[in-house]
């Protein structure tokens, strides 16, 4: 079984002269990547950061994140990215939590002083870096040990450290090679950020292919079209509302898109609407919808063509699972339920986390034997392509019917006026909770002109019976999901349960 220094091993060996990475101005060859990679080991030696000790890093992508990325376990440590959405207290939980050694920060570190931890900007460790000395890696790399511990955060309430070992993050890079057809000749962007399985779950697969990889700072569509136009840009990943925004910049200011043969997008079921402008941005490319979690390391299901189905049901669905991973739609004791039927979504393969660190008893609730219980609602046809419903704790309850918010936002995403929407549930005596909607529109519309168009595409007790209307958009989580707890938490305020 490999471990992470086997595909920088074949990329030194075979790709040594080409271009690692890419930001702008500045590049690096493979082989002045893996000479870095050495000096990270005896950077780290130096600082007395043991094996197995966790460091962790916090800024915007960065050709150095991505050393650190791929250094720090290759040099038998554990790499922890930290989201740079977070708040100071919420950054001081998680690094209490891990007990890390070393955190690297681009900025100030907003919060208190841990115990026991070093910290280093990220100036002084490039120094400190070009000045240690080069040693082997390897030591304590094997397929069980520990290489990353990833806090789930934002949508999914407590923050809790998802523990993926050597062997987890390469079976999830030859399941991506062998789903996502990536080429040596390829020239991928990172454009979500680092600290999120969308940013980082292309890095071992282009370090094993040799492939070029150039990094966006930030998510930005007009600078990200930009890139994508003057570097040639062959394949990229966003999650959906980076997809959105991209339509809305090609379309406003139009770049040469025509070397994007593959767009890939997940973190989120993705309005048709929305894809259906991606084959107008991203004219000559295949378009991905992935999905997974980080716990997943993070990738269990792709549909690949999505542009070919896109008037067909298949479009709505999140494709069938990888090779060498088992999905399917279970009950709570991860039974397999009949085709169409709504379940569970459960992931078995040798990509599912090793547990949650420190966190036996949030490990045991999500796992049934090797079975991993994602949380999300769904369903599967005769071809096991997998329909996500709903995250389970989203699904409303109204009047006795079972509500799935995603096929209101469906709805509510064709109208032409809407930009950004999610729906939820509110407390309501009559009929238990009734259906909420939040919109960012594009221009001026009213409710009822929203009202009426839901009620003609879906079944009235599926229609918002109250619509916000918001001219800012709706608060994210780092990877840029719509933190609906957020949203949804002033109705619910003063309960002692979301369920009535």
């Known amino acids: 079984m490999f471990t992470t220094l086997d595909p920088l091993n074949r990329a030194l060996r075979v790709a040594s002269a080409k271009h690692a990475a890419v930001l702008g101005q500045q590049s690096m060859t493979f082989g002045d990547f893996g000479t870095r990679c050495r000096k990270i080991a005896g950077a780290l030696s130096g600082l ?4 197995g000790d ?5 800024g915007p992508n960065s050709v150095k994140y991505l050393e ?25 939980y998680q690094l209490r939590d891990a007990e890390a050694a070393l955190v690297v920060t681009e900025g100030p570190l907003p919060c208190g002083e841990v ?31 520990l290489a990353g511990l990833f806090y789930t955060g934002g949508t999914t309430g407590a923050s809790k450290g998802v523990m993926l070992s050597h062997r987890n993050l390469l079976a999830n890079t ?41 990094v966006l700072p930030a998510f930005d569509p007009g600078n ?52 259906r402008g991606a084959t107008r941005t991203f004219p000559n490319a295949e378009l991905c919808n992935l999905y997974g979690a980080t716990e997943l390391a993070p990738l269990a299901t792709i549909l690949r063509h999505h542009e070919r189905c896109i008037d067909d049901s298949k479009a709505k669905s999140a494709g069938q699972p990888v090779l060498g991973v088992d999905c399917r739609i279970a009950d709570d004791e ?23 660190w420190r966190k036996e008893e949030q490990t045991a609730a999500v796992m049934r034997a090797d079975w991993y219980v994602t949380g999300d609602l769904g369903r599967a046809d005769a071809e096991s392509n997998i329909y996500l419903v709903d995250r389970a704790k989203d699904m409303m309850v109204t009047g006795g019917e079972n509500v799935y918010s995603t096929e209101v936002e469906e709805a509510l995403y064709s109208h032409p006026k809407v930009l950004e929407t999610t729906v939820f549930g509110i407390p309501d005596d009559k009929w238990g909770e009734t259906i909420h909607a939040v919109v960012v529109p ?42 609906k707890r957020e949203l949804r938490k002033p109705y619910w305020e003063g309960r002692t349960t979301n369920i009535v």
């Not at 280093?120 to 460790?125: G, N, P, T, V």
């Not at 339920?337 to 090793?354: A, C, K, Q, T």
Request: aromatic residues 4%; glycine residues 8%; hydrophobic residues 45%.
């Open 48 to 51: 007395g950061v043991d094996l």
């Open 54 to 58: 966790r460091v962790a890093v916090l």
């Open 68 to 92: 650190l990325y791929v250094g720090a376990p290759c040099a038998g440590r554990v790499v922890m990215p930290l989201n740079t959405r977070l708040t100071g207290p919420e950054l001081e």
């Open 115 to 145: 115990a026991g931890m070093q910290v280093l900007s990220m100036k002084e460790w490039d120094a400190l870096v070009d000045a240690s000395p080069e040693e082997e890696l390897g030591r304590g790399v094997v397929p069980e040990a």
């Open 174 to 214: 030859q399941n991506m090679l062998i789903a996502a057809a990536l080429s040596p000749d390829d020239r991928y962007l990172i454009a979500a950020p680092l600290f999120h399985a969308a940013g980082s779950i292309a890095v071992l697969p282009c370090l094993w292919l040799g492939a070029t990889q150039l």
């Open 224 to 275: 990200m079209l930009d890139i994508i136009a003057s570097e040639s840009v062959t394949v990229t990943l966003g999650v959906p509302t980076m997809v959105a925004a991209l339509n809305d910049e090609q379309a406003r200011q139009p770049r040469d898109t025509s070397s994007v043969r593959m767009l890939f997008y997940g973190g989120s079921p993705i309005p048709t609407e929305v894809v």
């Open 334 to 356: 991860a039974n397999e339920l009949p085709i169409g039927e709504v379940g569970n979504v459960v992931v078995r393969g040798p990509n599912v986390m090793m547990g949650y």
């Open 442 to 483: 594009r221009e001026s519309v009213t409710a009822d002109e929203l009202i009426e168009h839901c009620r003609a595409r879906i079944a009235g007790y599926k229609v918002p019976r109250s619509i916000e209307f918001r001219d800012t958009e709706l608060p994210k989580s780092g990877p840029g999901k719509v933190l």
